[in-house]
């Protein structure tokens, strides 16, 4: 069997070395890449080859890649580099990188067209000024042949350990077995409907009840696949903690035996010295990391389980930087567990190793419902005037020019501003321009200053990064908004402004995330309407899946409040129906409930006007900003035999992902339809709905607000075991189109 392995893979495995140094990074965006490539290769003349595909054979080991250029007339081939900033500034080691490749594309020419010598030349793009800086170095065949197989020797041993790994886990994996005696129900159908997928190469939209078992209904059939299927990675992403939890505890119930398993989790919770910078001279982690690093990943693969404490013990002993080491074994890991953002990000991790490597992987998204709201979140960007003002004093000199430099067209933009809030068409190209030379001047700034900038300076930093790489893909999926400051945000009267690059729809991000994968499934218990997230998200063509409810409609009684109105005119007035309504179902059976508003303003009125009218009725309450340690606490009051009412807002921490099964739930009142907050926002994004799909109002806020009343109701009925009630308090529930929209096996009364 032969191992496959790209000529960029093999040089970052056996040709770094050092320390690791983020002070030339973070280089051009992949768009800026491309393009970057393709005017340097349209400046060459006729004859010039591009992209020219490569391969070698050296034992078990095949190498290939696609070098950047070759002209044959001059017998030179090209590798070509951007970057920002001052070149000279680059680190020895990463020079030393690029090199390396170039020279095992040297031997890969040389071989195929039977070339005796090779001018080998690195070409730097820089995409500031469009300059080429042009390094070169003549090499004889047999010197590159030579180097081409010291590489190849280095990396030969793990190449041989890999296959045999790859080979115990598919046999492992082939004989893997469900770890319960019989599926729970709507179990089986959905592990089906996975493993169709994953063997036909299509996508699919899960929708399946809450409590059914959905991580391991859809782990168990993706690992099934992976031998017979070829996959080279699975990737579980999760919206939360919890659910990578889930996963975890998943993968140890199936005891998958030689499956290698990566938690991949945070920077800012990996970081072991977060007071100092990403480079040798300051980070004692990330000096000599790269000489280090060959031990640590030899005993991290031969460990298996890289779940977060493991990860981190591994990496402290020895003495290289957990988070850092994280990124380096998804190249390795089987299964990786991890946040949406590590696949569907625009500078995603694990998307980039898979168009690099060439895998074949298939992705699993949990709770995907939350993928929209996050997806947008990940394609927009957002600019406070106010903060670069304050920055600006207190910057070193060599940045405060590029600030008064940014605020000068900044200002002049202001001064044509007259409406509070503003949409712009057209993007302002002299102020994307000024950003460009601050991230620019930022980049030099860090190569000659080992300590790097404060921690303001450098969020202003990676936020004017994100503004301009969006920048640069801006379309109808998005808005271009100003909104002045008021006087007590910017600290004057007026003249400064906030400006945002706002994602509305995330499917032309999103689609070619999803057509890189073997197979994509996302499931959720709430994915209606189907046309609705297939829409926004851009999944591209697929099949759907609901599962029916293993719930009997005895077992929930839902119950609609025709008489109240919740809406935001109404809502002095409904207290007093509310806290009624509340008593009397309490004093019927009392127990545990769970209470949702549309606002902690409307959940602090009822729960004070409870507490004045039925002080004998247990209440605690969510508070904004509550941290972990209140989150947890005000879950352990749901116990066996509790009684009492913890009051929540629709759609935070306690609308979804709890369980509180039996006698710890035995009811909810949700006390809004969870519409979004008509604002000039939401309503711009109600009229390019209404362009893009002619569903403005429903997409915008009424298909949202009731899948939040959903997953909250969701937490009632968890087992097959469980009775309860859930109260819909508002009297448009009670409206036929929003009935329709309510799951099927509710029995509404």
Same mark, same amino acid.
């Given at each position: 069997?032969?191992?496959?392995?790209?000529?960029?893979a093999?040089?970052e495995?056996?040709?770094?070395a050092?320390?690791l140094?983020?002070r030339?990074?973070p280089?051009?965006?992949?768009?800026?890449g491309?393009a970057?490539h393709?005017?340097?290769?349209?400046?060459?003349?006729?004859?010039y080859?591009r992209?020219?595909a490569?391969?070698?054979?050296?034992?078990a080991l095949?190498?290939?890649?696609?070098?950047?250029?070759?002209?044959?007339?001059?017998?030179r081939?090209?590798?070509i580099?951007?970057?920002?900033g001052?070149?000279?500034?680059?680190?020895?080691?990463h020079r030393?990188?690029h090199?390396?490749?170039?020279?095992?594309?040297?031997w890969?020419?040389c071989?195929?067209?039977g070339l005796p010598?090779?001018?080998?030349?690195?070409?730097?793009?820089?995409?500031?000024?469009?300059?080429?800086t042009?390094?070169?170095e003549?090499?004889e065949?047999?010197a590159?042949k030579a180097?081409?197989?010291?590489?190849?020797?280095?990396?030969?041993?793990?190449a041989?350990?890999?296959?045999?790994?790859?080979?115990?886990?598919d046999?492992a994996l082939?004989?893997?077995?469900?770890?319960f005696a019989?599926f729970?129900a709507?179990?089986r159908?959905?592990?089906?409907a996975v493993y169709k997928?994953?063997?036909t190469?299509?996508?699919?939209m899960?929708?399946a009840?809450?409590?059914?078992g959905k991580?391991?209904?859809t782990?168990?059939?993706?690992?099934?696949?992976?031998p017979?299927q070829?996959?080279?990675?699975a990737f579980?992403?999760?919206a939360?903690t919890?659910?990578?939890?889930?996963?975890?505890d998943?993968?140890?119930r199936?005891?998958?035996?030689?499956l290698?398993?990566?938690?991949?989790?945070?920077r800012?919770?990996?970081?072991?010295?977060?007071?100092?910078?990403?480079h040798g001279e300051?980070c004692?982690? &990330? /000096? %000599?990391? +790269?000489?280090?690093?060959?031990?640590?990943?030899e005993?991290a @693969?031969? !460990? #298996?389980?890289l779940s977060?404490?493991?990860?981190r013990?591994?990496a402290l002993?020895?003495?290289?930087c957990?988070?850092?080491l994280a990124?380096?074994?998804?190249?390795?890991?089987?299964v990786v567990?991890?946040?949406?953002?590590?696949?569907?990000?625009a500078?995603?991790l694990?998307?980039g190793?898979?168009?690099?490597?060439?895998?074949?992987?298939?992705?699993?998204v949990?709770?995907?419902?939350?993928?929209?709201?996050r &997806? /947008? %979140?990940? +394609?927009?960007a957002?600019?406070d005037?106010?903060?670069f003002? @304050?920055? !600006? #004093?207190n910057a070193?000199a060599?940045?405060?020019?590029?600030?008064?430099?940014?605020?000068?067209?900044w200002?002049?933009?202001?001064?044509?501003?007259?409406?509070?809030?503003?949409?712009?068409?057209?993007l302002?190209?002299?102020?994307?321009?000024a950003?460009?030379q601050f991230v620019?001047?930022?980049n030099?700034?860090?190569?000659?200053?080992?300590?790097?900038?404060?921690a303001?300076?450098?969020?202003l930093w990676?936020? &004017?990064?994100a503004?301009?790489?969006?920048?640069?893909?801006f379309?109808?999926?998005?808005?271009?908004?100003?909104?002045?400051?008021?006087?007590?945000?910017?600290?004057?009267?007026a003249?400064r402004?906030r400006?945002c690059?706002?994602?509305?729809?995330?499917?032309?991000?999103?689609?070619?995330?999803?057509?890189?994968?073997?197979?994509?499934v996302?499931?959720?218990?709430?994915?209606?309407p189907?046309r609705?997230?297939?829409?926004?998200?851009?999944?591209?063509?697929?099949?759907w899946?609901e599962?029916?409810?293993?719930?009997?409609?005895?077992?929930?009684?839902?119950?609609?409040?025709?008489?109240?109105?919740?809406?935001?005119?109404d809502?002095?007035?409904s207290?007093a129906?509310i806290?009624?309504l509340?008593?009397?179902?309490?004093?019927a059976r009392p127990g545990?409930?769970?209470?949702?508003?549309?606002?902690?303003e409307?959940l602090?009125?009822?729960?004070a006007?409870?507490a004045?009218?039925?002080?004998?009725?247990p209440?605690w309450?969510?508070?904004?900003?509550?941290?972990?340690?209140a989150?947890?606490a005000?879950?352990?009051r749901?116990?066996?035999?509790?009684?009492?009412i913890?009051?929540?807002v629709?759609?935070?921490?306690?609308?979804?992902?709890?369980d509180?099964p039996?006698?710890?739930?035995?009811?909810?009142?949700?006390?809004?339809l969870?519409?979004?907050?008509?604002?000039?926002v939401?309503?711009?994004l109600?009229k390019r709905?209404?362009?893009?799909?002619?569903?403005?109002?429903?997409?915008?806020?009424?298909y949202p607000?009731l899948q939040?009343?959903v997953?909250?109701?969701?937490?009632v009925i968890?087992?097959?075991e469980?009775?309860?009630?859930?109260h819909l308090?508002d009297?448009?529930?009670?409206?036929?189109?929003?009935?329709?929209?309510?799951?099927?096996?509710?029995?509404?009364g």
């Amino acid at each position: 069997m032969s191992y496959r392995i790209s000529v960029r893979a093999l040089c970052e495995f056996t040709a770094k070395a050092g320390d690791l140094d983020l002070r030339f990074t973070p280089s051009p965006s992949a768009e800026q890449g491309i393009a970057g490539h393709a005017v340097v290769t349209a400046r060459r003349g006729a004859g010039y080859e591009r992209e020219v595909a490569l391969e070698g054979v050296f034992g078990a080991l095949t190498v290939r890649g696609r070098a950047d250029g070759y002209d044959p007339a001059g017998n030179r081939l090209e590798e070509i580099k951007t970057y920002r900033g001052e070149l000279s500034r680059q680190p020895a080691n990463h020079r030393a990188l690029h090199w390396a490749q170039a020279k095992l594309y040297g031997w890969l020419l040389c071989q195929s067209r039977g070339l005796p010598e090779i001018e080998l030349a690195l070409v730097y793009f820089d995409i500031g000024s469009q300059r080429e800086t042009v390094l070169c170095e003549r090499h004889e065949a047999a010197a590159l042949k030579a180097f081409f197989e010291e590489q190849c020797g280095r990396f030969l041993a793990w190449a041989e350990q890999e296959l045999a790994h790859r080979a115990a886990r598919d046999a492992a994996l082939s004989a893997l077995t469900f770890p319960f005696a019989e599926f729970r129900a709507g179990q089986r159908p959905l592990a089906e409907a996975v493993y169709k997928a994953a063997c036909t190469g299509t996508h699919l939209m899960a929708q399946a009840p809450t409590g059914i078992g959905k991580t391991l209904a859809t782990l168990f059939p993706l690992l099934k696949a992976m031998p017979g299927q070829r996959l080279d990675k699975a990737f579980y992403l999760a919206a939360k903690t919890s659910g990578r939890q889930l996963a975890l505890d998943a993968l140890a119930r199936l005891n998958t035996g030689p499956l290698r398993l990566l938690e991949l989790t945070a920077r800012e919770k990996s970081c072991e010295h977060p007071d100092k910078a990403c480079h040798g001279e300051s980070c004692p982690l &990330a /000096r %000599g990391f +790269y000489d280090r690093l060959p031990a640590a990943r030899e005993a991290a @693969v031969r !460990r #298996g389980d890289l779940s977060q404490p493991a990860l981190r013990e591994v990496a402290l002993a020895h003495a290289v930087c957990p988070y850092f080491l994280a990124q380096e074994l998804a190249r390795w890991a089987d299964v990786v567990i991890g946040d949406y953002n590590y696949y569907f990000d625009a500078s995603a991790l694990l998307h980039g190793l898979t168009q690099a490597h060439d895998w074949r992987v298939g992705v699993l998204v949990d709770e995907a419902h939350n993928l929209l709201d996050r &997806a /947008r %979140g990940m +394609y927009s960007a957002e600019l406070d005037q106010q903060r670069f003002s @304050v920055a !600006r #004093g207190n910057a070193p000199a060599a940045l405060k020019k590029a600030l008064e430099r940014l605020l000068r067209p900044w200002n002049a933009l202001n001064r044509l501003q007259h409406e509070a809030y503003q949409v712009d068409a057209a993007l302002p190209e002299a102020l994307i321009g000024a950003l460009n030379q601050f991230v620019g001047a930022v980049n030099d700034y860090l190569t000659d200053e080992p300590a790097g900038l404060s921690a303001e300076l450098q969020n202003l930093w990676f936020d &004017a990064m994100a503004f301009t790489r969006l920048a640069e893909v801006f379309g109808e999926h998005s808005l271009f908004d100003r909104t002045l400051l008021a006087a007590r945000e910017s600290g004057r009267s007026a003249g400064r402004s906030r400006l945002c690059l706002r994602n509305l729809v995330p499917a032309p991000f999103l689609a070619p995330r999803f057509a890189s994968a073997q197979s994509c499934v996302l499931f959720s218990a709430t994915l209606s309407p189907r046309r609705f997230y297939a829409d926004t998200l851009g999944l591209p063509a697929h099949a759907w899946l609901e599962v029916d409810s293993p719930f009997a409609t005895e077992q929930l009684a839902v119950r609609i409040a025709r008489h109240i109105s919740t809406r935001y005119a109404d809502r002095r007035a409904s207290l007093a129906a509310i806290v009624e309504l509340m008593a009397n179902q309490y004093a019927a059976r009392p127990g545990n409930y769970l209470a949702f508003f549309s606002s902690f303003e409307y959940l602090e009125e009822v729960a004070a006007a409870l507490a004045s009218a039925h002080a004998e009725i247990p209440c605690w309450r969510q508070i904004r900003g509550m941290e972990e340690s209140a989150r947890q606490a005000f879950l352990e009051r749901f116990v066996d035999g509790g009684r009492g009412i913890g009051f929540a807002v629709l759609g935070g921490a306690f609308g979804e992902g709890v369980d509180l099964p039996g006698e710890r739930l035995i009811g909810a009142f949700v006390a809004t339809l969870g519409l979004p907050q008509v604002n000039p926002v939401n309503e711009q994004l109600r009229k390019r709905m209404q362009a893009l799909f002619g569903a403005g109002y429903d997409y915008a806020y009424l298909y949202p607000g009731l899948q939040k009343v959903v997953q909250a109701a969701g937490r009632v009925i968890r087992t097959r075991e469980d009775r309860g009630v859930v109260h819909l308090i508002d009297d448009r529930f009670a409206q036929p189109r929003i009935r329709a929209l309510l799951p099927a096996w509710w029995r509404v009364g």
